[in-house]
């Protein structure tokens, strides 16, 4: 198998402007925005922090924090919905979000699992380590059991939304994290 999964399912998107100062702007824009338990992925200027959201609260990696002023980008998902921003200007981001099981429009998409590049080391039972040859460490919120699986390698699952121009030719419009998963290399 490709790793590859076209699926159809019931699928909405809508715009957002956010203005975004101080961490605790950061907190309420997300909770305001998705109420529900998911990862986050934040791309800032120098360096990408992954974590969990849940209840009110951002969780990091030995409760790491930032200056929103140097988010680049920022995914919040689950498997239903994704939060997606990118900063336009200081303090200024536009973005949107995806409802997946919601509205009126079938959508076909894509599934596929992105496998991540480094080793899986499992730090606790809430935290995995991802080490490269070139020593890059990144910390993901998800419980690495190698035990199960005959590659060691994890992966994030992705769906990419496909749409069809005027002469009927497909190609993606869209694309959210959902989860991250173990790999199959």
């Known amino acids: 198998m490709n790793g590859l999964k076209i699926i159809t399912t019931k699928s909405i998107s809508k715009a957002l402007e956010l203005s975004i100062d101080t ?3 950061l907190q309420k824009n997300i909770n305001e925005n998705f109420r529900e ?3 986050i992925v934040a791309y800032l200027d120098y360096k990408v922090i992954i974590g ?14 930032f200056d929103p002023k140097f988010i680049v980008k920022m995914r919040v998902f689950n498997k239903d919905k994704e939060l997606l921003l990118w900063r336009q200007d200081e303090c200024k981001f536009k973005g949107r979000i995806r409802l997946d099981n919601e509205g009126d429009i079938i959508q076909h998409l894509v599934e596929a699992d992105q496998i ?3 080793n899986p080391q499992s730090i606790n039972d809430e935290w995995t380590m991802l080490k490269d040859a070139r020593g890059t460490e990144i910390y993901i919120p998800y419980l690495h059991n190698p035990k199960h699986f005959i590659d060691d390698s994890l992966a994030i699952k992705t769906r990419n939304y496909v749409t069809y121009n005027e002469i009927g030719q497909a190609g993606y419009t ?10 199959r290399r």
């Open 23 to 25: 961490w605790e702007d």
């Open 37 to 39: 338990e998911g990862y």
């Open 52 to 65: 969990r959201v849940n209840k009110n609260n951002l969780k990091f990696y030995n409760d790491e924090t």
């Open 116 to 118: 991540l590049s480094g």
């Open 174 to 183: 869209d694309c959210r994290f959902v989860t991250f998963c173990e790999g």
